[in-house]
């Protein structure tokens, strides 16, 4: 059972270069999200999907999009990375509204 | 304010002591409530859900406070692989989709 997969794991990227973060799951889940995490800021989301079709901001969009390519996939885009943008970022699905989400492994981000 | 507070630790305890993590929340609108534990390095994973009548699952036991707006996570018999990240997360609804938000967690650090 793979869960939630996310590709690349590692990704070093120089300022101005483009890149989509892909994620997939196969738990048949209605919504997925895209967080990143730094050291001391926790988790901070980035976008989400409430279900396929359907995008919206998190708490920090700018500079991301996003698509909900079917209900198994949701990408995130980097057009022009910045090295605040170096991060790592994960993927997360989950099902019914007050239910946990299940994350995906995560793409350590490296913008120089 | 940020929406979920957590004490950052790091809580350094022998093996076998008890401990315990709190955690507050700002929307009082907040519908469920978990714990996730992250390894270094590794994505979140759901450690349990949190319910108002309190639940336990082993040496683990989780109280809610929702007239407070607190959160609580007790480890009992500490052991050497409890050791890792333990965040507190609330879920609020936000549109169309429910929303995790995350505390910047909580380090402990077991010892011999």
Known sequence: NAGVTQTPKFQVLKTGQSMTLQCA???NHNSMYWYRQDPGM????????ASEGTTDKGEVPNGYNVSRLNKREFSLRLESAAPS???VY???CKNYPNTEAFFGQGTRLTVV | RKEVEQDPGPFNVPEGATVAFNCTYSNSASQSFFWYRQDCRKEPKLLMSVYSSGNEDGRFTAQLNRASQYISLLIRDSKLSDSATYLCVVNGRTGTASKLTFGTGTRLQVTL
């Open chain 1, 25 to 27: 799951q196969d738990m």
């Open chain 1, 42 to 49: 926790g988790l901070r989301l980035i976008y989400y999907s």
């Open chain 1, 85 to 87: 943008q170096t991060s």
């Open chain 1, 90 to 92: 994960f993927c997360a």
